[in-house]
């Protein structure tokens, strides 16, 4: 763990060796601060300026720049990078290899698949400026998908794997092509994502258990 002293974090915090906490940039003028039951891995960055709630988890080489606002009972999986000025809910679920870039705004209960991609410029160095997706409420987002700039997609909204998201998305809308295209929600995937896949911190090769979620649902994690 970094013995730099710019960060404060909860009780009962597991951090690995190799982690460091409140990397600075010229001028960064805040901590790091996480809230309590933090389980962080080995390799990871986590920024100055940044705030993340309690019962965060994260897996290996998680990079998260300064500027990120993180709600409560969120997951950052392997090898993920936030570049900064990112605003994500509670309860959001980000799995392996997902890059997000800044000004991109993420709800509550999202759940973002694989080897997902948001960018945030339509015309990169052509054209000042940059506009991240926002993405509402409950959205599931399948495994490589590419979200393209400024998209808002609906809540309640599934994107299939592969897909390319070049513009808003309604409310209540599978998605999915190359283009996306819209269609009619199923009624079998219609009631939002499960509280129970999202909200509990387990890990796979571990043999905790964690029910605390059920006490806590309510307006923070919104069911659909």
């Known amino acids: 763990m970094s013995t730099t002293p710019f960060y404060k974090i909860g009780h009962r915090a597991q951090v690995d060796e190799d982690v460091v906490l409140g990397y600075r940039y010229p001028g960064d003028s805040q901590p790091t601060r996480i809230g309590d039951y933090a389980i962080i891995r080995s390799g990871t960055i986590i920024y100055a300026n940044t705030t993340i709630g309690h019962r965060f988890q994260c897996g290996h080489q998680v990079l998260i720049r300064a500027e990120v606002t993180i709600g409560n009972r969120c997951v950052v999986h392997h090898k993920c990078t936030l570049e900064g000025r990112i605003r994500i809910g509670n309860g959001v679920k980000i799995m392996a290899h997902v890059y997000i870039p800044s000004t991109t705004v993420i709800g509550n209960m999202v759940f973002i698949g694989p080897g997902t991609t948001f960018l945030n410029a339509k015309y990169p160095m052509r054209q000042p400026g940059v506009q991240g997706a926002r993405i509402e409420d409950h959205v599931c987002i399948g495994g490589g ?69 059920k006490d806590e649902m309510g307006d923070a994690f919104p069911r659909k």
Not at 151 to 179: E, H, M
Not at 189 to 207: C, M, V
């Open 145 to 213: 998908v590419t979200i393209c700039p400024g998209v808002t997609i609906g809540r309640n909204s599934f994107i299939g794997a592969g897909s390319v998201v070049n513009k808003d998305v309604p409310p209540d809308t599978l998605a999915y092509g190359v283009p996306a295209r819209h269609h009619p929600l199923p009624e079998d995937i219609s009631h939002g994502n499960l509280p129970e896949q999202l909200l509990p911190q387990t890990d796979l090769w571990g043999a905790q258990h964690d029910d605390s979620w």
